[in-house]
């Protein structure tokens, strides 16, 4: 069992990353490209101050109490919300720059990361995953 410091309940996590869905899509089918504002902000208020506002929003409307729920590792959600932060950030920056194939590109990266975590499959945990095993071969490599 997890401690409640040390993970997230699911339904936090989902909110999250259907506001992030929710964004990019507003932000390509409108051309309002500060939208993705909205979930980097939130982002990097959760990672930098511990205080993400669309989690803080949709734990109000929790109807148990939060252990009750799939815990999610509070570790690896910052990870994943590490990479979000980067593709929101080098989006919203090449959609001002007017790189709008960059920004395109890692728009609908972060959009579809999160799409498909909502629907079971974390990237961002698999990336993780291969991170970690690769610093380990390299580490234990017969010399």
Not at 45 to 68: D, H
Not at 84 to 91: E, K, N, P, S, V
Request: with cysteine; proline share 5%; glycine share 6%.
């Amino acid at each position: 069992m997890h401690e409640a410091s040390q993970s997230i309940p699911r339904p936090l996590v989902r909110a999250n990353q259907w506001v992030i869905v929710i964004s990019v899509l507003a932000a390509l089918l409108t051309g309002l490209y500060w939208i993705l504002a909205i979930p980097l902000i939130s982002g990097v208020m959760g990672v930098f101050f511990n205080f993400n506002p669309v989690m803080r929003t949709a734990k109000i409307f929790l109807r148990k109490e939060p252990s009750s729920y799939i815990p999610e590792d509070k570790g690896q959600q910052l990870f994943n919300q590490l990479l979000a932060i980067i593709f929101l950030l080098t989006a919203l920056i090449g959609y001002m720059l007017g790189w709008n194939t960059l920004a395109f590109i890692f728009s609908v990266m972060v959009g579809l990361a999160a799409c498909v975590a909502i629907l079971g499959f974390c990237v961002g945990c698999f990336v993780h995953y291969q991170w970690n095993q690769y610093k380990y071969r390299r580490r234990n490599k017969p010399a």
